[in-house]
Nanobody, 115 residues
Framework: QVQLVESGGGTVQPGGSLTLSCAAS????????MAWYRQAPGEKRELVAQ????????NYADSVKGRFTISRNNINNMLYLHMDGLNAGDTGVYYC????????WGQGIQVTVSS
């Protein structure tokens, strides 16, 4: 089992920045990749960014390329999402995800971009 706990959400003005953190614990040694997803009201959950454990390769949704950066600290088992140039379309609940033969999810954290 893998436990994931997100932090760092909140309300930010358009054009602002925010960094989300995800603390991973449990059986984390076999995690293939970790990712951030988000879900806007009335919309389905979508992949924002992912990072592969062995290679460090990252992938991003087209809507966030050049603005968001995913990173991982394997020493303290943390996953981060640094977000720049936030706009209203980035509003939603952000979920930390880890995959080890199956998906594990955090509880989600709200990010609101509003003036």
């Amino acid at each position: 089992q893998v436990q994931l706990v997100e932090s760092g959400g909140g309300t930010v003005q358009p054009g602002g920045s925010l960094t989300l953190s995800c603390a991973a614990s449990g059986s984390i040694s076999r995690i293939s990749f970790m990712a951030w997803y988000r879900q806007a009201p009335g919309e389905k959950r979508e992949l924002v960014a992912q990072i592969f454990s062995r290679s460090g390769t990252t992938n991003y949704a087209d809507s966030v390329k050049g603005r968001f950066t995913i990173s991982r600290n394997n020493i303290n088992n943390m996953l981060y999402l640094h977000m720049d140039g936030l706009n209203a379309g980035d509003t939603g609940v952000y979920y930390c995800n880890a995959f080890d033969l199956k998906d594990f999810w955090g509880q989600g954290i709200q990010v609101t971009v509003s003036s």
